[in-house]
């Protein structure tokens, strides 16, 4: 591990900044939603999202730095899955899969708000507003601003241009499909070099691209800090100046929570912490560090998933919610969502088919065939590894890189050649090491931050020394195995950084964006809806067993204090 960087005086200045808005001094109380009460206008307009459902959709408007209102206005989109009645309703609840999830496309919050909140919602008695939103640097171009990075005008537009800069960089024929941008063929050391040249160009390219168009200006207000401050402002206007921030994040998602933490902790009513990622990793290692132990955490847990698949008790096997059996559907999904976050290029699947690990692999976790279904062959299986979507709107730019490297706090230096040595012995190092993942690896976007010549107005350190005021409204859940999130925190790591948190480690299986079974529902639920937690250390063990003794909820009420709204 590299060492920290040293602390940084200037991200100090901006973590004092107040995290109240002076302007709003009165109280309008909590019920007063979408009713302005005060003589400024609101600063969001919201409607159902389309005839007939109850989740509504709005944009909010908040100020492109937070700190030079002179920088002009963006744009925020959110989702609302309001409250059964304004007459009982206490308030809000943040949700956040990630950042926009890691894994998924730009996908509009109320698509995952209407799929995923309805359990979280009965369980708190329709008494919250539940708020999903996409954060800065995601989302479509004019309606979020700053919405995702576009460097190609469509698929046609990237293929050409990567066809382009294979013939620049070598003399040899690129060997990938001009389709689908996948490789024909098992990729060699001198192919990564090369691709590694390829992509620092495109960054390039892209970022003049953009400044052409006069939209440069606008990568600097994309970070995790300025997301964390909208994410206030809602608050505000929401619940009333200063109103307690309820907070559940997920895997990335948690980032949100220990940026708020950090920024505002004043503001902090209830944070659910749900198998955090490590904050001091996320942006003080660089990033393609990051990447070698990432994939190494990933490559790890997939072999986990074999060992179990192929065991007698094979529990952490299958979906949270499906049924407990070695379930092939359940691993291809897993894989093809570790390769598309973590995996800079594709392989034809004629590629796959002669990785012999993981074929080993796949006849491990068949070796009942009784009990497996889904996939005839180990061919229709790999096949369908590569069936996740190439063309999004995210894949025809750099997917996250523009917000977790504009977080990143070690600055671009783009003439450091000891940097890039070290960069190019990591990808040549890693290049054959987890074949569990892909036969060769090379690191999407979001670990090539040393391409990216752009950081966040805000910036904000976890290592540097602070007065950490402990938060004793902090919920951490750790889970004992998650094939979707690396560079999460230990159980010893998450006690320092979280002091006072409630902890509760080696919970069952790892879910995928809030998609929780009961027993890990009912928990954060009661937590957020009035801090209760288990008195039992190892709550949830096993999901599953505990999912049939769980009785019918009883919609008691207690009040706690200040906390409520
Ligand atoms: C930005 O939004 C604020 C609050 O909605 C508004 O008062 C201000 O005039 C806007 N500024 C610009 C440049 O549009
Ligand atoms: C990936 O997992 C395999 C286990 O099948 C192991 O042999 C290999 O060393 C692992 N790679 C890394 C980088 O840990
Ligand atoms: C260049 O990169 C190396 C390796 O990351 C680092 O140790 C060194 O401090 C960097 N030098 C400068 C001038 O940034
Ligand atoms: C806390 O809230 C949850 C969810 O609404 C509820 O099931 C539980 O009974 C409540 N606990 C107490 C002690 O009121």
């Known amino acids: 591990m590299p060492s920290l960087p040293k602390f940084l005086p200037s991200l100090l200045a901006s973590v004092l900044l107040a995290c109240a808005i002076p ?14 009460g005060l003589a400024q206008p609101l600063p969001y307009k919201v409607a159902p999202c389309r005839e007939g459902t109850i989740i509504e959709c709005g944009i909010f408007t908040v100020p492109l730095d937070w700190h030079d209102p002179s920088a002009g206005n963006g744009s925020i989109v959110f989702a609302r899955y309001p409250a059964a009645s304004q007459g009982t309703r206490k308030g809000t609840v943040f949700l956040h899969t990630g950042v926009s999830s890691w894994f998924s496309s730009d996908r509009a919050p109320q698509i995952d708000l209407s799929r995923q909140a309805g359990a979280l919602y009965k369980r708190l008695n329709g008494e919250y507003d539940l708020v999903m939103w996409t954060p800065r640097g995601r989302g479509t171009p004019g309606i979020s601003v700053p919405g995702t990075l576009a460097c190609f ?12 800069m294979a013939w620049r960089e070598s003399e040899a024929p690129s060997d990938w499909d001009e389709e689908t941008l996948a490789w024909t063929r098992r990729q060699t050391a001198d192919d990564a070099l090369i691709f590694h040249r390829v992509q620092q160009r495109a960054v390039i390219d892209c970022v003049e691209n953009v400044q052409d ?4 200006d606008m990568l600097r207000y994309v970070g995790t800090a300025a997301t964390v401050r909208d994410m206030v402002a809602m608050a505000d206007a929401f619940d009333g100046p200063n109103a307690q921030i309820r907070f559940w994040g997920a895997q990335p998602g948690s980032l949100v929570g220990s940026y708020l933490q950090k920024l505002c902790p004043e503001r902090i009513g209830r944070l659910v912490m749900d198998d955090p990622v490590d904050p001091v990793s996320y942006n003080a290692v660089p990033s393609y560090l990051t990447w070698q132990a990432a994939i190494a955490i990933a490559n790890n847990s997939v072999a986990m998933l074999e060992e179990s698949c192929a065991s007698d008790k094979p529990a952490d096997c299958s979906f949270p919610g499906g049924p407990p059996r070695p379930d092939m559907a359940f691993l291809a999904l897993s894989v093809m969502l570790l390769r598309q976050d973590l995996m800079g290029w594709r392989n034809q699947y004629v590629v796959d088919l002669q990785n ?3 074929h080993q692999f796949f006849d491990a976790v068949r070796k009942d065939k009784s ?17 996740y979507p190439v063309h999004d709107l995210a894949a025809l730019g750099l997917g996250e890189m523009p917000i977790v490297c504009g977080d990143a706090l070690y600055e671009h230096t783009p003439d450091n050649e000891t940097l890039r040595a070290a960069v190019e012995f990591a990808l040549t190092e890693s290049l054959h090491s987890v074949p569990l993942l892909m036969s060769s690896a090379f ?4 670990f090539l931050c040393h391409l990216w010549p752009i950081r966040a107005v805000e910036r904000v350190s976890f290592s540097a020394p602070q007065e950490q005021k402990p938060v004793q409204e902090t919920l951490v859940l750790l889970r004992k195995l998650d094939p979707w999130n690396y560079l999460r925190v230990s159980d010893t790591a998450a006690r320092e950084l979280w002091p006072g ?22 928990l954060i639920a009661s937590f957020l809806a009035n801090g209760t937690v288990p008195e039992e250390p190892s709550p949830c063990e096993n999901g599953d067993e505990r999912r049939q003794q769980i009785r019918p909820a009883r919609h008691k009420r207690t009040h706690k204090g200040a906390l409520e709204l």
Do not use: I
């Open 371 to 387: 009990v497996t279904q889904n996939w005839q062959t180990f061919e229709e299986h790999t096949k369908s590894l590569n069936r």
């Open 443 to 446: 690191p999407s976007w979001r």
């Open 153 to 164: 005008e469509d698929s046609f537009d990237k293929s050409v241009y990567y066809q382009e």
């Open 356 to 358: 012999s690990r993981y």
């Open 23 to 36: 302007t709003l001094a009165a109280d309008p109380g909590p019920n007063l939603r979408d009713d302005p």
């Open 213 to 216: 168009l006069g939209q440069g």
């Open 501 to 522: 948190a409630h902890v509760f480690a080696n919970l069952d299986f790892g879910p995928f964006m809030f998609n929780h079974n009961n027993c890990n529902l009912d």
